[in-house]
């Protein structure tokens, strides 16, 4: 009991009410199948649980010490909730195994990184603490991202601090990293955090909030293979969904909001000629957005909660059968 408690108090779920009021008109009939694509410590799915008495609920994560976290708080609706160790892009073989019918109602993903990761020092999200140089969401499987720094080029890390940190001093970064490691090994976030302070200028130092965050944010997506998973995962979200069934979506940073936002406008977009009178039904979108424009957390839940600061929710509903996009 202790541990759910804690549990709960660590993890302050964002904008909840407006992932539950976007969700709840898909998940009204009873024995609905609601999927939190990114179950984490459970905040959201024990809202839904909550708030919606008559569903299912069935929760996906890589991470095995989420799992556990979230069943021992969610123990109390144990004969509703489904736990399912796995990445997110395996959406539609979890709900065709676990979903009744072999669709789902709703599908919720909170992407990014879990407060808990973060708060376990030990797990080497943080360039707050120093602790091993890890930063798998599974860390029963995978390179760590000491493995990776070992064996990658200066060009290769580079390459992922530019692309997935958008890091200004990638090249002097990556080569520091290259000169350290000749002479000692590089497995500590603490060792990591002190060569990127020493690689970016005292003047761009001064701005811009810790200098080591874009360098870990980049590695972290590297080492979890997070963007292409979430390319991988909306199409399957998706295809999950039973008609009318509804997909949300929150994201913390620039390069997921991106990717979500451009396959929501492709999917929602008409491709057929101009000046069309009808438009066939085989060439009608598949999808209709709920969010025109994208929200985000307003003061009062920035000043509560400061991880809601970067959040951006969009929310699609799927309105025909779901067609691949080319």
């Known amino acids: 009991m202790e541990l759910t408690k804690q549990t709960s108090e660590r993890h302050i779920p964002v904008l909840l009410d407006e992932c539950m009021g976007m969700m709840s008109p898909a998940l009204t009939d009873d024995g609905a199948v609601l999927v939190d694509c990114t179950l984490g410590m459970g905040g959201h799915s024990e809202a839904a649980l909550k708030r919606f008495p008559n569903i299912h609920l069935i929760g996906i994560d890589r991470d095995p010490q989420a799992i556990s976290l979230a069943s021992e708080r969610l123990a109390p609706f144990a004969d509703r909730f489904t736990a399912v160790h796995t990445t997110y892009d395996h959406v539609d073989e979890v709900v065709a195994t676990y979903a009744p019918a072999g669709k789902a109602d709703a599908i919720l993903m909170d992407l990014g990184v879990s407060s808990f990761q973060l708060d376990e020092a030990e797990r080497g999200f943080s360039y707050s603490a120093d602790a091993p140089l890890d930063m798998r969401m599974d860390p029963t499987r995978g390179q760590s991202a000491a493995e990776l720094l070992v064996s990658a080029t200066a060009q290769e890390i580079a390459q992922i601090l530019r692309v997935y940190g958008e890091e200004r001093f990638a090249s002097r970064i990556a080569r520091r990293i290259v000169e350290t490691?000749?002479?000692?090994?590089?497995?500590?976030?603490?060792?990591?955090?002190?060569?990127?302070?020493?690689?970016?200028?005292?003047?761009?130092?001064?701005?811009?909030?810790?200098?080591?965050?874009?360098?870990?944010?980049?590695?972290?997506?590297?080492?979890?293979?997070?963007?292409?998973?979430?390319?991988?995962?909306?199409?399957?979200?998706?295809?999950s969904l039973r008609i009318g069934g509804r997909l949300v979506v929150e994201s913390y940073q620039s390069l997921e909001d991106r990717i979500v936002k451009d396959l929501f406008r492709r999917a929602s977009t008409v491709d057929v000629p101009q000046g069309l009178p009808v438009i066939p039904d085989s060439m009608a979108p598949?999808?209709?957005?709920?969010?025109?424009?994208?929200?985000?957390?307003?003061?009062?839940?920035?000043?509560?909660?400061?991880?809601?600061?970067?959040?951006?929710?969009?929310?699609?509903?799927?309105?025909?059968?779901w067609k691949e996009l080319s």
Do not use: M
């Open 286 to 321: 598949s999808v209709e957005l709920l969010t025109r424009k994208v929200h985000q957390a307003d003061e009062a839940e920035r000043a509560h909660n400061p991880r809601s600061a970067s959040v951006r929710l969009r929310g699609a509903q799927l309105v025909r059968e």
């Open 181 to 239: 490691r000749e002479t000692q090994p590089l497995t500590r976030t603490g060792q990591l955090a002190d060569i990127v302070r020493a690689s970016i200028p005292a003047a761009a130092r001064r701005t811009g909030g810790n200098p080591s965050k874009r360098t870990f944010q980049a590695l972290r997506i590297a080492v979890n293979d997070e963007l292409n998973i979430l390319e991988r995962a909306l199409p399957a979200c998706f295809a």
